[in-house]
């Protein structure tokens, strides 16, 4: 029977949308960080003009509110600085990380279903909160209701998956899923940008958060009502006593966690999250610094993470769906690996060329890089039991983030140590992303090996 009927493809576009709105979320303060800063009041002030640029020279260059306080010129925030860098870095991150490895645990053990919908209301009722604070304290908690909310969906969406869609079909419905993220992505410029300049019933950024998020609470109440937990419940015939259970979990955990091809992956699934957040984390500052006097269209953004994102990831699920039926489950990390390759020479070019042109390179980008999210999550459940599957992904993605996603703050001091922005991001971006290539491809031999040692035993066996 095929994967796709009716009931799988309704399960997966539910599951999807939801992961859209969480993004949309996560990724909305970044678009509206000046609007959201000049109206609660945090991070750093400076000297605006109309144009950034009066009388000749940068008014940025006056550093107090009384030498801006002329004609033409304001004193404004600029929503950076270090109270920024909080709410989309520790504020998010940590909470993030922690609530994942706890959520592992949990989607192991009761209802999946369930569990991801109450994510989902979280973090869109936060959203929309967000959209009605008055103060930053209250940003910060938000963003953390944002973050709390959202580490429930790829723990409990790759376990589901894997249970829902057969082997044969895991790689696209893992890329499917992984939409999300580029949707979520470049609809936040849209929400972020054009909908706060729209300025709905004159409530400004305000309506951008209230309007992304209040989809969430609908797609929640669907999971709920609709979505069944395919697991059985054959827990309760066992006999073993709970303390028992509690020892042989963890140590199911333990051993499906500790594998070489696991560690490897962690390692190279973490210098790409690294290469890919220190481009996602400064691509407005770059441009802005580099090419102050043109108009620079972040509509294009939006077009190159939803149309390269989306098209590659699930391209990278289907290729390696098919390679997987005839070379095993290591030829997927092969083609990770290429793909990585592939992409280096064209975040290189993202960063050489001037606007437009520079988009052009960024949409291949995004379409060879960003196969990676799929084929990575398919290949970790193959490889860990079922029972553990949420536990292991959620460790994954706490270590990974711990790690990938606090790193790119290392973009500041190279910026300073080379004294030139765009040559800190060579090395961070298109350098860490070879690195990854190469660890992707040392991760595959253990993997080879194994579906090596299988053969023969299955050959003397026959």
Known sequence: MT??????ISFLALITSGYVIGEIAHFLIGTTSKDVANDVNYGDQVCLGRTNKTDGYDCKALETEEECDVTNREW?????????????GPAFIYTFSTSALIMGFALDKFNRPIIMSVGIMVFSISCILMGISNS????????????????????AASSLIAEVFSPDNRGVANGIFSWGVYFGYGMAYIFGIYLT???????????????????????????????????????????????TAVVSYLKDSKTAFWQPAMILLLVS??????????????????????????DVDYYW???CSIVGGSFGVVSGGFITDILQKKFGLHSRLWVQSGFLTLATPFAALTIYLEPPYCFISLALYYFCAETWFAILFTVIVEIVDPEVRSTCIAIFLFL???V???????????????????????????????????????????????????????????
């Open 136 to 155: 930053f304290w209250q940003l910060i908690v938000l963003r953390m209701g944002i973050a709390l909310g959202e580490a429930v969906c790829r723990p």
């Open 197 to 243: 300049d729209a300025d709905i019933l004159g409530y400004g950024w305000r309506a951008s958060y209230v309007i992304g998020g209040a989809p969430g609470i609908l797609i929640a109440v669907a999971i709920f009502f609709t979505v069944r937990d395919p697991r059985k419940k054959e827990e309760g015939a066992k006999s073993e006593d709970s303390k």
């Open 301 to 303: 953004l939006t077009v």
């Open 404 to 462: 990938g996603g606090n790193l790119p703050v290392i973009v500041s001091p190279l910026r300073s140590y080379f004294n030139d922005y765009r040559s800190a991001l060579y090395l961070v971006w298109p350098g860490f992303l070879t690195i990854s290539a190469v660890i992707f491809a040392v991760a595959s031999l253990p993997l080879w090996l194994r579906d090596r040692r299988a053969s023969k035993e299955y050959q003397v066996n026959k």
């Open 269 to 294: 699934a973490s210098v790409r999250q690294l290469a890919g957040l220190s481009w996602a984390n400064n691509n407005v500052n770059y441009f802005e610094e580099y090419y102050p006097d043109k």
């Open 76 to 88: 404004k925030y600029n929503g950076q600085g270090a109270d920024f860098q909080y709410l989309v």
């Open 3 to 8: 994967d796709w009927t009716v009931k799988n």
């Open 400 to 402: 990974m983030n711990l």
